[in-house]
């Protein structure tokens, strides 16, 4: 059995910063890649960003200076440090994980998400 699930998601103000975290863990042979996506009101899921294996890391425009994406690949773990958060960012934050578990089998996991809220 696998899972992915996030944490760290609340309510913060306009300008904060908040600390996403993802933790991949049960019968994992390896994990190749690592990402974040959101999914706001009314709204398609989208791709924040994304780490690979080697630590090679993409993002979505509207994150770019602002957000941060991290693994520790030791314990298949991510991260997500988002500074200067703005209303538009509200949504739910998804972990995505593509993985190989010991049984041999590719899939791509989720989590249930994380829900984030910008407002004063």
């Known amino acids: 059995q696998v899972q992915v699930a996030e944490s760290g998601g609340g309510l913060v103000q306009p300008g904060g910063s908040l600390r996403l975290s993802c933790v991949a863990s049960?019968?994992?042979?390896?994990?190749?890649?690592m990402a974040w996506y959101r999914q706001g009101p009314g709204e398609e899921r989208e791709l924040v960003a994304r780490?690979?294996?080697?630590?090679?890391?993409t993002y979505a425009d509207f994150v770019k200076g602002r957000f941060t994406i991290s693994r520790d690949s030791g314990d298949n773990t991510m991260y997500l440090q988002m500074n200067n958060l703005k209303p538009e960012d509200t949504a739910v934050y998804y972990c995505?994980?593509?993985?190989?578990?010991?049984?041999?089998?590719?899939?791509?996991?989720w989590g249930q998400g994380t829900q984030v809220l910008v407002s004063s």
């Open positions: 995505n994980a593509d993985l190989i578990t010991n049984w041999g089998s590719n899939e791509s996991m």
């Open positions: 049960g019968s994992i042979f390896s994990v190749s890649g």
């Open positions: 780490i690979i294996k080697s630590g090679g890391t």
